[in-house]
C-alpha cells in the first residue's frame, strides 16, 4: 500500500498489558496496524533492539505562556517535552488564570502555531464562582485547578467552597486537579516562622508542612466521594497521603492520586544546600529509603495512579535573586521525567509497561484524551517514543532545552533513552535534538473517563 506514511518495523510495543513485536504502520497521521511487515512506506525505520512506547501524556505542566515568558514559554518548553519523549500535555499557567470561556478562547488562539506537541488547556476554579464550571467544561477545558491555600496568587478553597466547586464539576462532568495543602495550618506555620525571623531553606518543609497537605488531602477526599465528582489529588509527596486517597477510593470516590518524580528523588533534607532550587510546593517528604520504596510501591500497586511532571520552571538567576520566601516556588521536568521512569524501568523500581500506564494510558484517561492519546492501537494518533533501553548517559544542565538551564538532577547517572519521537506520525525529535516545527495542535477532552 503506497499510502502508508510511516513504517516502524522490528520494535517492542510496549502497553499496560505487556510487551509484543510489531511493525507498526501509520497513515494520516494514525495508526493503521501493527502488523505492518509487508507494507511499504513512504519512510521505514529499522527499530530492531529498541521499545516503542506511547507518547507521554503530561497533565500537570505550567508553560507560564502567555504571562511570565521569561521562565518559559511554548515553544521552549515543547521542545523539551518532544526531546524526552512527551507527546501531549495539558498546561495551565497561574499567571493569567483562565477564568472564563473568552479567556480559554483568548488563550488558545494566542498559542496557535507555538507549540511542538498536541496540547489541551486548564481552567482554574475561583471560590465563589461555581456558575463558570459548566460554561468552561463545554467549551473545551481538559480540568479545573483547584487551590485549597491561597498560592501563586490563586484564592484557596475552604471547604465550603470546595463543596460547591465539586458539586458543580459533577453537574457538569468536569476533572478538578486540586492542589491540598490546608491554608489554616500553612499561614499558622508562616506567621510563626517569621516571628522568629526565619529565612533559611528549612523554612520550607516547616511552612509547607506535611499535616497541612495531609488534613487538605483527606477532606478532598472525603468531599470528592460526598459530591459524587471527579477528582486528581495534585503532586502527592508521601505514602501518608496516598493512603488517605486510597481510603475513599475504597468506598467509592472517583478520585485518583497524581505523583512527580521530586518525591521519589529528592530528600526533604536537600533544601539545607540547595536553597531555593529545592523550593516547591508540596516540598520533597522524603527521609529515608523506606519512604522513597514506599512510594514506588505506591506506583506499581495503582495507589499512586499516574505520573506527571509538575513542569514549574525559573531560571538559575531568579531562583536566586531573592529572599527564599519570595523566589519563585517550582522545578523545571519536563526535560527530565521519561528520563526518570526509564532509568527506573532499567533498575527494575518499575516495569517498562508502568511507564506506558502511569505516564500514557491513565492520565489520557483521566482527562478524557482516550483513546486518541494514551496507546499504540489502530486508530490511536501516532504518538510514538522509540527507546533505546540499554543507553547510559548523564541527565546535565546544559542538555536542558526548557528556559530554566538546569535540572535537579544534574550529574545523575541514567539508562535508557527516547531516541526518536514522533507526533500523529511526524518527526519532533531525534537523538536529542528537537525539529521544532511548532506543528503541534489544540485538543480538547472527548468526555472524563470513570
Not at 506511547?54 to 518532544?82: C, I, Q
Not at 458539586?167 to 486540586?178: D, N, T
Not at 531568579?318 to 519563585?328: A, C, E, F, P, R
Request: contains cysteine.
Amino acid at each position: 500500500m503506497a499510502d502508508i506514511d510511516l513504517l516502524i518495523t522490528g520494535a517492542t510495543v510496549v502497553s499496560s498489558q505487556g510487551r509484543r513485536p510489531a511493525h507498526v504502520a501509520v497513515r494520516d497521521g494514525r495508526v493503521l496496524t501493527l502488523d505492518g511487515a509487508d507494507l511499504s512506506a513512504a519512510r521505514t525505520i529499522d527499530a530492531t533492539g529498541l521499545l516503542l512506547l506511547p507518547g507521554g501524556v503530561d497533565t500537570h505542566v505550567h508553560l507560564m505562556d502567555p504571562g511570565s515568558t521569561d521562565r518559559e514559554d511554548f515553544p521552549s518548553g515543547t521542545r523539551a517535552a518532544a526531546v524526552s519523549g512527551v507527546t501531549t500535555i495539558i498546561e495551565h499557567s497561574h499567571g493569567r488564570p483562565v477564568r472564563t470561556v473568552a479567556d480559554l478562547q483568548e488563550k488558545a488562539a494566542y498559542l496557535r502555531g507555538r507549540s511542538n506537541v498536541d496540547f489541551a488547556l486548564a481552567a482554574h476554579a475561583w471560590p465563589g464562582d461555581t456558575a463558570a464550571v459548566a460554561a468552561l467544561r463545554q467549551a473545551g477545558a481538559a480540568f479545573f485547578k483547584v487551590f485549597t491555600c491561597t498560592t501563586h496568587g490563586i484564592p484557596g478553597h475552604d471547604a465550603a467552597a470546595l463543596h460547591a466547586h465539586l458539586r458543580a464539576s459533577a453537574e457538569a462532568g468536569a476533572v478538578s486537579l486540586i492542589h491540598a495543602e490546608d491554608e489554616s495550618l500553612t499561614a499558622a506555620a508562616e506567621t510563626l516562622l517569621r516571628s522568629a525571623e526565619r529565612h533559611d531553606p528549612g523554612v520550607i518543609p516547616a511552612w509547607r508542612n506535611r499535616d497541612a497537605e495531609v488534613v487538605a488531602a483527606a477532606v478532598t477526599a472525603l468531599l470528592v466521594r460526598r459530591t459524587g465528582a471527579q477528582a486528581v489529588v495534585a503532586h502527592v509527596s508521601h505514602p501518608e497521603v496516598a493512603r488517605y486517597i486510597a481510603a475513599e477510593r475504597g468506598r467509592g470516590a472517583r478520585l485518583h492520586a497524581e505523583t512527580c518524580p521530586q518525591y521519589l528523588l529528592l530528600r526533604e533534607d536537600e533544601v539545607h544546600a540547595h536553597g531555593a532550587f529545592r523550593k516547591f510546593t508540596p516540598p520533597a517528604r522524603a527521609r529515608h529509603e523506606a519512604d522513597e520504596a514506599a512510594l514506588w510501591e505506591l506506583l506499581r500497586d495503582g495507589g499512586l495512579t499516574h505520573i506527571s511532571s509538575d513542569h514549574a520552571p525559573s531560571t538559575a538567576a531568579q531562583k536566586t535573586s531573592g529572599d527564599i520566601w519570595d523566589v519563585h516556588f517550582g522545578l523545571p521536568g519536563l526535560d527530565s521525567t521519561m528520563a526518570v521512569l526509564l532509568s527506573a524501568a532499567a533498575r527494575g523500581m518499575i516495569a517498562y509497561e508502568d511507564i506506558a500506564r502511569l505516564y500514557s494510558e491513565t492520565p489520557a484517561r483521566i482527562y478524557g484524551l482516550w483513546p486518541r492519546k494514551g496507546r499504540i492501537a489502530p486508530g490511536a494518533d501516532a504518538d510514538l517514543v522509540l527507546v533505546d533501553p540499554t543507553a547510559r548517559w548523564t541527565l546535565r544542565n546544559a542538555d536542558v532545552f526548557s528556559k530554566a538551564g538546569w535540572t535537579p538532577y544534574d550529574g545523575k547517572e541514567m539508562t535508557g533513552r527516547a531516541v526518536a519521537t514522533y507526533s500523529r506520525g511526524r518527526l519532533i525529535s531525534e537523538h536529542g535534538k528537537p525539529a521544532d516545527e511548532r506543528t503541534g495542535q489544540i485538543i480538547a477532552p472527548g468526555g472524563p473517563a470513570a
